[in-house]
């Protein structure tokens, strides 16, 4: 009976874990106190960002209203990921929809809690987007233009939180802040034709469901295109951003070869590969950050 209550424990925190989509959730975490680190506070001790308590609980408490979102998405979005995901809904689905709901409740709580201690802002600001994270789920994601837009500005907010806890708004941050958004909106719409046959099901108006993949695939290849301007700057300007420069030279070429096969792809393994390399782009990103100075990482670390 012991061994069968522990399976059936793991495979509730393995559900709950799918749902809540932990992996994303932990490079979040790590690209937020990477950008504390390197680019926010260079000149502070590592001790004194790591160990901060505010920055901390402002971490946390965008992990616990990420992974609410998530849950929220998870949620509304179950017939259309029947379709879309089977697999996964089926690992997803192992958490009932009553318990999904009370941990959803529960996470949101908790983090307007911790923001309280930090301050009145924090609050406000945690409150504000859990409550555009409903939103999006419940009405926006559904709508094309305005939900592409939505997601997009949900997925960098809690960058922008931390940007304003340092009140550091030195132009290099809003050019990385610029290329980290194309770089998303160009995966929420390759998403968008990835899940195509869901969408359409549950009568979703996606654009690629309202306009067609291949006008789709024209915004797709005109933001990145856009993605270039803020490379350029980054490598051709006064912005020291040292061994990162290998970074968007890398980034360049993997976004020219997602062009190339954006543009040869019809079906859903392919779209799901191309957003595989758009998540592969933005994980590299977040670690390149240690690249803008191997010195300074080495002289704070050890």
């Not at 983090?111 to 609050?123: D, E, G, P």
């Not at 409150?127 to 837009?149: M, Q, R, T």
């Amino acid at each position: 009976m012991s061994s069968q209550k522990s399976k059936h424990l793991l495979l509730k925190l393995a559900s709950l874990f799918s749902v809540v989509r932990g992996y994303n959730i932990l490079v979040i975490i790590a690209a937020q106190y990477l950008t504390s680190i390197y680019i926010l506070a260079p000149d502070k001790p590592l001790g004194k960002v790591l160990f901060d308590v505010n920055l901390f609980i402002i971490v946390f408490a965008s992990a616990l209203a990420i992974a609410s979102g998530y849950i929220i998405n998870n949620f509304y979005d179950t017939e259309k990921d029947l379709i879309n995901r089977p697999q996964k809904t089926f690992l997803d689905n192992y958490i009932s929809q009553k318990t999904k709901l009370s941990v959803y409740f529960t996470l949101n709580f908790l983090s307007v809690i911790l923001a309280s201690y930090v301050s009145f802002k924090a609050v406000l600001f945690f409150s504000v987007y859990i409550f555009f994270l409903w939103f999006y789920s419940h009405k926006l994601k559904k709508y094309p233009f305005i939900g592409n837009l939505t997601a997009s500005i949900l997925a960098v907010a809690p960058f922008f939180v931390v940007f304003v806890f340092y009140l550091n708004f030195d132009l290099i941050i809003f050019i990385h802040a610029t290329y980290l958004f194309l770089i998303i909106s160009i995966r929420e719409l390759v998403k968008d034709l990835e899940n195509l046959k869901g969408d359409f099901t549950q009568e979703y108006h996606t654009i690629p469901v309202v306009y067609g993949a291949r006008f789709t695939k024209k915004i797709a290849t005109a933001l990145v295109m856009l993605t270039y301007i803020p490379t350029l700057l980054l490598l051709f300007r006064d912005f020291h951003i040292g061994y990162m420069y290998y970074y968007f030279l890398i980034a360049y070429f993997l976004l020219i070869t997602f062009l190339f096969f954006l543009w040869k792809s019809t079906s859903k393994l392919q779209y799901t590969l191309l957003h595989n390399l758009l998540k592969l782009i933005i994980v590299l990103g977040v670690f390149s950050i240690l690249l803008l100075d191997i010195d300074i990482v080495l002289n704070r670390i050890f």
